[in-house]
């Protein structure tokens, strides 16, 4: 079997989870501005709640200095640039880095689903608001993805990171007394 036809389960798998996540995305945010804009809703009584507000900056704010003309169209190039890149790197794993491609396609469909919105609305649908114990600034399921897709990804690399230490650990040298130096 050649290398690229081993490749095509991975990237279906890789497809379909980009797919599964953008629908999940911009069905939450079809949902939020038919049912949020002027009505908030509370989910966990004083930790939760879904309000909608629109993202007209990156995360967390950044470049609210920034013209809004030039903001617009520059996140938008921006954003499309770091998807396609994704995307690309999806396409050039090999198959066996599951792990890696499963993150990578987290990522993207989130960041997908954000373009998306900035393209048709000008702005980011933010709902998900968490102000339980500490205040965080209000996101989406897009945002969520490229989280989770970003922590998991930090996660395998140091697991994979411990694997290839121990796997390059050289055996026990042998003690003065001739011995292995492991006991029993």
Not at 14 to 21: E, K, R
Not at 39 to 64: C, D, H, K, Q, W
Request: hydrophobic share 50%; with cysteine.
């Amino acid at each position: 079997m050649n290398q690229t036809h081993s490749l095509a389960p991975a990237r279906l798998m890789a497809f379909a989870i980009i797919l599964v996540g953008i629908a999940a995305d911009q069905l939450s945010k079809i949902w939020v501005l038919a049912n949020l804009p002027g009505r908030p809703r509370t989910i966990i009584e004083g930790a939760l709640s879904f309000v909608y507000a629109e993202n007209r900056n990156m995360a967390f704010g950044l470049g609210e200095s920034i013209s809004p003309s030039i903001k617009a169209w520059g996140l938008i190039l921006l954003t499309s640039s770091l998807a396609l890149g994704l995307l690309v790197w999806i396409w050039r794993l090999g198959a066996s880095d599951w792990k890696f491609r499963v993150c990578l396609s987290l990522i993207a469909s989130g960041a997908i689903g954000n373009i998306i919105d900035r393209v048709r609305l000008g702005f980011v649908v933010d709902f998900i608001y968490w102000h339980g114990g500490f205040t965080w600034p209000n996101f989406n399921v897009a945002d969520s993805f490229i989280c989770v897709g970003a922590a998991l990804m930090f996660i395998f690399s140091f697991q994979q990171d411990i694997a290839q230490r121990r796997a390059s650990k050289p055996a026990s040298a042998p003690t003065p007394d001739g011995s292995s130096g492991t006991k029993p």
